[in-house]
């Protein structure tokens, strides 16, 4: 069974550019969720979304965004990208089951680097 | 607010030595605990969890955990630790609303 797959695996953005993250969960799940690992800062949640709705939010500027489609597939957006962006952005995904007790999953990430 | 602390930014142990990675975690309320394993470069692999029921839980490679509530800690530890196990080790938290805390990560270096 397919894991959580994440693209692209890498990329460079300039200052003050937009960037688009693609996340696809384990089939079956119906929840994604976004982490920014940045050097210092460990890992932080960022987005949590399920059946397609914002569930919650972690304390991020809202230039970061995010939506999730019908196939349950997601995409993390970051506006005006600034020098501090530069990070390692993981995606996870969970079955969605509506308990508490959810496993998150991790996807290989994505080497995001801002000059 | 819930927090982990992970008490040791760095653990050097010898191939085939044991080893303990230290974890607490402070919440009032039940909370979900996870260890997770990150080789270089490479995304987050799940190696055990704590949702209820035994306080002793195994999970892959090897390692296991013991959850004590009295304590509030969640100590991963392994017998007896091989070169491949060099990676970065994260506790995690989960209370109500599907959020993870991570703790600061340890980083175990496995010397021959």
């Known amino acids: 069974e397919a894991g959580v797959t994440q693209s692209p695996t890498h990329l460079i953005k300039t200052r003050g550019q937009q960037v688009t993250l693609r996340c696809s969960p384990i089939?079956?799940?119906?929840?994604v969720y976004w982490y920014q690992q940045a050097l210092g800062l460990g890992l932080q949640f960022l987005l949590w979304?399920?059946?397609?709705?914002?569930?919650n939010r972690g304390n991020f500027p809202p230039r970061f965004s995010g939506r999730q489609f019908p196939n349950y597939s997601s995409e993390l957006n970051v506006n005006a990208l600034e020098l501090e962006d530069s990070a390692l952005y993981l995606c996870?995904?969970?079955?969605?089951?509506?308990?508490?007790?959810?496993?998150?999953?991790f996807g290989p990430g994505t080497r995001l680097l801002v000059l | 607010a819930q927090s982990v602390t992970q008490l040791d930014s760095q653990v050097p142990v010898f191939e085939e030595a044991p080893v303990e990675l230290r974890c607490n975690y402070s919440?009032?309320?039940?909370?979900?605990l996870f260890w997770y394993v990150q080789y270089p470069n490479q995304g987050l692999q799940l190696l055990l969890k704590?949702?209820?029921?035994?306080?002793l839980v195994k999970g892959i490679n090897g390692f296991e955990a013991e959850f004590n509530k009295s304590q509030t800690s969640f100590h991963l530890r392994k017998p007896s630790v091989h070169i491949s196990d060099t990676a970065e080790y994260f506790c995690?938290?989960?209370?109500?609303?599907?959020?993870?805390?991570f703790g600061q990560g340890t980083r175990l270096t496995i010397n021959p």
């Open positions: 996870a995904s969970s079955l969605g089951s509506g308990t508490t007790q959810e496993t998150q999953y």
């Open positions: 089939s079956g799940h119906t929840s």
């Open positions: 979304y399920d059946e397609g709705e914002e569930r």
């Open positions: 919440s009032s309320v039940s909370v979900y």
């Open positions: 704590y949702l209820s029921g035994s306080t």
């Open positions: 995690a938290a989960q209370v109500g609303a599907q959020k993870l805390v």
